[in-house]
């Protein structure tokens, strides 16, 4: 699965520890390691080869949506938001399918987090044909899928609603309203689940490779991104 990008904690801020937190991959050989990574499906969701959750399971994968709010750091202006997860097979065509809910020309935006030492980067590129863009995306559905390192969200500024797909493969919709973002997840077999935990919500490994990182390269110039 090529190298593993990081391993991230829970969120710790305001827990208080007397000594500090251990993750569950410290102690693990690389067999045990190996083994873990190797591990696709929990039920019946499948993985991609992005992330993979904690080796102590603290978050079970699992497919369904629940609602949830962004808040601007600066501005403290709350957007209605929700998160989804969906098994590796359905993930792709839901994202497209979301996208055609904003409308026939949008603003795309390409998120990685290849260079470990570097800020994340979010590449921006304005008033692209909705069609032609899951065209190009199409090509580069292994990367999508499979790399821990990228991520994309796809903009209507007009209608200020936002459709993302990221590092850790989850989709993640804002804006007013959210009904045709709801009805599209029922239509295809994604849940409301208002108890449901992400992998984001625990320790977790993302991976990615070399190879990754040029096939991110290669997308930029495709979408005419400098």
């Given at each position: 699965m090529g190298f593993l990008k990081r391993i991230l904690q829970s969120n710790l801020k305001g827990q208080e520890s007397s000594r500090p937190a251990r993750g569950s991959f410290e102690t693990l050989s690389r067999d045990e390691l190996n083994t873990h990574m190797n591990i696709r499906t929990y039920g019946?969701?499948?993985?991609?080869?992005?992330?993979?959750?904690s080796y102590d399971l603290q978050v079970v994968?699992?497919?369904?949506?629940?609602?949830?709010?962004?808040?601007?750091?600066?501005?403290?202006l709350k957007t209605p938001a929700i998160m989804a997860s969906v098994t590796q097979h359905r993930l792709l065509d839901l994202f497209f399918e979301l996208i055609d809910r904003l409308g026939p020309v949008v603003?795309?935006?390409?998120?990685?987090?290849?260079?470990?030492?570097?800020?994340?980067?979010e590449l921006y590129r304005e008033h692209i044909d909705a069609a032609v863009l899951k065209s190009v995306l199409l090509e580069f559905e292994d990367l999508l899928l499979n790399d821990?390192?990228?991520g994309i969200a796809v903009i209507n500024p007009q209608k200020r609603q936002e459709v993302q797909l990221d590092e850790h493969k989850l989709i993640i919709m804002y804006g007013r309203p959210l009904d045709e973002f709801v009805a599209t997840l029922i239509e295809e077999d994604v849940y409301p689940d208002k108890n449901i935990r992400f992998i984001t919500e625990a320790e977790h490994v993302h991976s990615?490779?070399?190879?990754?990182?040029?096939?991110?390269e290669i997308l930029k110039n495709r979408l005419g991104i400098n």
């Open positions: 019946a969701f499948d993985l991609t080869d992005a992330v993979r959750p994968p699992k497919q369904g949506f629940r609602f949830d709010q962004h808040v601007d750091d600066t501005t403290g603003d795309v935006v390409l998120e990685s987090s290849h260079r470990v030492q570097s800020t994340h980067q821990g390192c990228t990615s490779s070399e190879k990754m990182h040029h096939r991110f």
